[in-house]
């Protein structure tokens, strides 16, 4: 998991009120006027998070570039108190979570060199919607969280733990290791998503953009599986693809527990 630069900021009202309910901000601008920014004014200020009322000229340079809706947020530095724990040690701990407090098999995304970050935002949006545990994706030549992918995750980057390793493909060995299968999404794979066995313990790899999984990824996986498309198609965006991904795990996994016996 990525330490948090002082003055990191979000923007979007389902972001910005994710992330107040994480109690993850340190202040708040806004401009007057709209009854859901008041009422989420009015949630800081109850949290004792100081509130700024102000233009959108002033938004707008707070957030250059980014379609705010009237409400830009700073974050405290360092995620949710972890500022020093190595990203492996962060994803061991996630594991070890996932087993103690829910009893279900992990679940995670890995994105191989995922770089535009309203991608990264959909992608998280969907894992968290799918119910997994955790988005993996290397710190080198691949999208962080900027406060654009915050807005498009609509508050799934304060809920699911985003975790930047520096080593890709031995990350995904060394959960290989801890008992998850490494299934990689490949437009050219042998075995169709939907005739493959996702209910375990799983990490789902998707590519980048345009290029799709890198060599030493796709030597890891366990398995490739490909979305059957029709019209003569070759490939998704890889937001959809994570989504389509994601919720086969889900159904899979869903059917499982409606098929288990009663004890």
Do not use: Y
């Amino acid at each position: 998991m990525s330490r948090r630069r002082q003055g990191e900021r979000v923007i979007g009202i389902h972001a910005v009120r994710a992330a107040l309910h994480a109690r993850e901000l340190e202040v708040l601008w806004l401009a007057p006027g709209n009854p859901r920014l008041q009422a989420l004014a009015q949630e800081a200020q109850q949290a004792g998070i100081p509130v700024h009322q102000t233009t959108r000229e002033e938004l707008d340079r707070l957030a250059p570039g980014q379609r705010h809706q009237g409400v830009v947020a700073q974050l405290r530095a360092g995620p949710r108190g972890e500022t020093d724990v190595p990203p492996e040690r962060v994803l061991e701990q996630v594991l070890e979570e996932v087993r103690e407090q829910t009893g279900e098999p992990p679940l995670l995304l890995v994105l191989d060199g995922v770089q535009d970050p309203h991608n990264l935002g959909a992608c998280l949006r969907s894992a968290a919607a799918a119910g997994a545990h955790a988005v993996v994706a290397p710190k080198d030549r691949a999208a962080g969280l900027t406060p654009a992918a915050r807005k498009v995750a609509c508050g799934a980057a304060e809920r699911l733990p985003f975790i930047q390793v520096t080593n890709l493909a031995r990350t995904l060995r060394r959960l290989k290791a801890a008992g998850l299968w490494v299934a990689g999404a490949d437009a050219a794979a042998p075995q169709s998503l939907f005739e493959a066995d996702l209910g375990g313990p799983l990490a789902l790899v998707l590519g980048g953009e345009g290029k799709g999984l890198r060599r030493l990824t796709r030597e890891c996986c366990d398995l490739l599986v490909g979305i059957p498309m029709a019209g003569g198609m070759e490939s998704l965006n890889v937001s959809v693809a994570a989504g389509i991904c994601l919720f086969e795990v889900r159904r899979q996994r869903l059917q499982q527990g409606s098929n288990a016996s009663p004890a």
